[in-house]
T-cell receptor, first 113, second 115 residues
Framework: DQQVKQNSPSLSVQEGRISILNCDYT??????FLWYKKYPAEGPTFLIS?????DKNEDGRFTVFLNKSAKHLSLHIVPSQPGDSAVYFC????????????FGGGTRLMVKP | DTEVTQTPKHLVMGMTNKKSLKCEQH?????MYWYKQKAKKPPELMFV???????INESVPSRFSPECPNSSLLNLHLHALQPEDSALYLC??????????????FGPGTRLTVT
């Protein structure tokens, strides 16, 4: 049973426009949600996170929104740049021991010049 | 320094070989992790070490043997692997497990091919 899902395997956006990546989860016990960016042949790089007690967190061009009632979060990238082209993973942390992350399947973002 | 290093970058091994993957961090993190990632799939957790002790083993076959010699180093010993074990093996670290809001720092990975 996938507890974290990213239903869009890919997304194509024009440079300068907004990119919106979505993530759904089923476990209401998750206490932190994170977004990681991954380029080919590299490890995932932390992008931004949000605590389950907040509904928005912003860092420069990146904003994460959390809707707990819908068990849904989204990552907004504005404006999108060609260098943002990568695979984006949504991850969630259970509030148990071990700081374990559960990852979604990833969304490949392509930003066209 | 927010870097996690992994060696080797690439490894090709036969099914009867014994090899080791190495991971190192100097951020003072006390939790370290091994993940396995297959193509077009998310990382899957294998092991978690907390304060140099194995705290989580996600039912990984015994042909994978982790070791944490000290707080900066994490090894993964490989023996009698199968071709389906070919994958990208990622190491990560974080402040002591349970803190840091889940944020883990990942290394670049070792691309393992089992022939």
């Amino acid at each position: 049973d996938q507890q974290v899902k990213q239903n869009s395997p890919s997304l194509s956006v024009q440079e300068g426009r907004i990119s919106i990546l979505n993530c759904d989860y089923t476990n209401s016990m998750f206490d932190y949600f994170l977004w990681y960016k991954k380029y080919p042949a590299e490890g995932p790089t932390f992008l931004i996170s949000i605590s389950s007690i907040k509904d928005k967190n912003e860092d420069g061009r990146f904003t994460v929104f959390l809707n707990k009632s819908a068990k849904h979060l989204s990552l907004h990238i504005v404006p999108s740049q060609p260098g943002d082209s990568a695979v984006y993973f949504c991850a969630a942390r259970g509030n148990n021991a071990g700081n374990m992350l559960t990852f979604g399947g990833g969304t490949r973002l392509m930003v066209k010049p | 320094d927010t870097e996690v290093t992994q060696t080797p970058k690439h490894l090709v091994m036969g099914m009867t070989n014994k090899k080791s993957l190495k991971c190192e961090q100097h951020m003072g993190h006390r939790a370290m992790y091994w993940y396995k990632q297959k193509a077009k799939k998310p990382p899957e957790l294998m092991f978690v070490y907390s304060y140099e002790k194995l705290s989580i083993n996600e039912s990984v076959p015994s042909r994978f043997s982790p070791e944490c010699p000290n707080s900066s180093l994490l090894n993964l010993h490989l023996h009698a692997l199968q071709p389906e074990d070919s994958a990208l093996y990622l190491c990560a670290s974080s402040q002591s497990s349970g803190t840091s809001g889940g944020k883990q720092y990942f290394g670049p990975g070792t691309r393992l091919t089992v022939t």
